[in-house]
């Protein structure tokens, strides 16, 4: 996926831009980039990749070449950025976090008028970032063009521009599902998808933008300079997995849900009477801990951790690219605590389980270290279809995933027609696929948390909420 930030100021933001980006490397994991400007010296630019190193790591010998006070930063898993573009519309540095599903009807029609071309790569793609820029140029104005490209992408796309004024502008995608979040400090403003990464640096809330909605940033204040939209649909993903423990989503904690949501899992799992007997309740680390703690918590089941993450040499989860070096290296991070593992009755909860293939190895590793049984529980339902609206998965294929792949295998073609029954539990298909996926993976049993149970521990109303991944619904 993705994150950024940035801040305008009366003083120099090298240091908050810096540490602002630093703090959403838990959203990318491919390339990362700053662009700071100043009076005196315009835009200064760098980008590295980050695929084998941290962010911090690779930009703190730049630092000293930077000075400014105003600047945007990102982590990306998509292409390197931000740009910087010069148009008629001036010169600005560009930032987007988002999909774009239609490129190739985009690029048809913008190549149909002569002499349009891009800086193409190895593979013959494009940066995305760069097309936006072009669909943003059509327009007379930086705001026409936001809007206009928001308007023709299916997809999503959220836009940070650094102004040859040195001002912001941030544009929040068209139907919100990603946050766009204001901070404030005695000497200007700052803008981020996480919230924490600018109270860390002393800036305090002071605007959550609206879906579609774009605003100018500058050291005395901002401003809406396109109102927002009326229909929102915000990741339910942020709060499942990908939103950082101490971050809010409009107004809703991250923490505190993942504690509700397993506390809601274990209450409907007694009232049906589907809760195994077990020694320990534990979450698969480090995203389904609180998940976990939750459902202990309700469950009356001691929590405990059976196994912890070797970490400091291996800190990024996603890397490296290749599978079965990403499978290895997650099996070296698995330290077990053999005193709570062997010969103990253990349920963990995951985050979710999307393609299956680690959460296997995990299970395996369990029952090695002396587990007598090992039951799962999935923090939200039975993932069905791959997100077209932000990159939050490496899968290219439906059939990635692991719900996907059972189903083709129990029914062929047919059972692709009846996804909604298989994500419900409550049905004879929903059981057979709980029960295929179990003798795939080893598991003792296995739950999934409910659409509606998930809808209740975020606590927003249902329509505000893109639960696409789920149930296929727009």
């Known amino acids: ?81 931000p740009l910087l573009v010069r148009s008629h519309l001036g010169i600005y540095a560009i930032s987007t976090v988002g999909i774009i599903n239609n490129m190739d009807a985009l690029l048809e029609t913008y190549f149909s008028g002569r002499g349009n071309q891009f800086m193409a790569m190895s593979s013959g793609d494009i940066n995305s970032t760069e097309f936006v820029a072009a669909l943003i140029n059509e327009k007379d104005s930086l705001v026409e063009g936001i809007r206009h490209a928001q308007d023709v992408i299916d997809g999503s796309m959220t836009i940070l521009l650094l102004t040859s ?57 901002y401003e809406t300079l396109s109102p927002a939209g009326d229909r929102m649909k915000i990741c339910a993903f942020l709060w499942t997995y990908y939103g950082y423990p101490n971050s809010n989503y409009e107004g809703v904690n991250v923490e505190v849900m993942r504690y509700r949501n397993g506390e809601i ?48 040499t291996w800190p990024r989860s996603f890397m490296p690219a290749n599978q079965s070096v990403r499978d290895q290296v997650a099996k070296m991070k698995q330290i077990p605590v053999p005193e709570l593992i062997e010969g103990r009755k253990l349920l963990f909860v995951d985050d979710s389980i999307v393609r299956g ?24 339902p039975p993932i069905m279809y791959g997100c077209k609206y932000l990159n939050f998965s490496r899968s290219t294929s439906d059939m990635d995933l692991i719900s996907r792949r059972i189903i083709q295998e129990l029914e062929g073609d047919e059972g692709q027609e009846h996804l909604e029954e298989y994500a419900d539990s409550s049905t004879q298909r929903g059981q057979c696929m709980l029960r295929a996926i179990c003798e795939k993976l080893g598991f003792d049993s296995l739950g999934y948390q409910s659409l509606d149970g998930l809808l209740e521990a975020i606590g927003l109303d249902p329509e505000m909420i893109c639960t696409y991944c789920w149930n296929g619904k727009e």
């Open 1 to 81: 996926m993705g994150g950024f930030f940035g801040a305008v100021s009366r003083r120099d933001v090298v240091l908050d831009v810096f540490f602002g980006v630093d703090y959403h490397s838990h959203l990318g994991t491919r390339n990362a980039g700053m662009t700071i400007w100043s009076r005196e010296s315009g835009f200064q630019r760098q980008i590295h990749s980050i695929s084998n190193s941290p962010f911090r790591t690779k930009f703190e010998k730049d630092l000293p070449d930077f000075s400014g006070t105003s600047g945007i930063g990102c982590i990306s898993d998509a292409e390197p950025q």
């Open 165 to 221: 004024d040195g001002n912001i502008i941030a544009a929040r995608d068209r139907l919100g599902r990603l946050p766009v979040h204001l901070g404030k400090d005695a000497d200007g403003y700052c803008v981020s998808f996480e919230s924490f990464a600018y109270h860390k640096l002393g800036y305090q809330n002071e605007y959550e933008l609206g879906p579609r909605e774009i605003v100018r940033i500058t050291p005395d204040g």
């Open 357 to 380: 293939t680690q959460l296997q190895g995990t299970v395996d590793f369990l029952y090695e270290s002396g587990a007598a049984e090992v039951h799962m529980r999935s923090a939200c």
């Open 265 to 312: 899992m274990a209450r409907n799992e007694a009232a049906k009477g589907t809760m195994p007997e077990m020694d320990f309740v534990a979450g698969v680390p480090d995203s389904g801990l609180p998940h976990a703690i939750g459902y202990a918590n309700q469950s009356h089941r001691p929590f405990a951790r059976p196994f912890v993450k070797y970490t400091p």
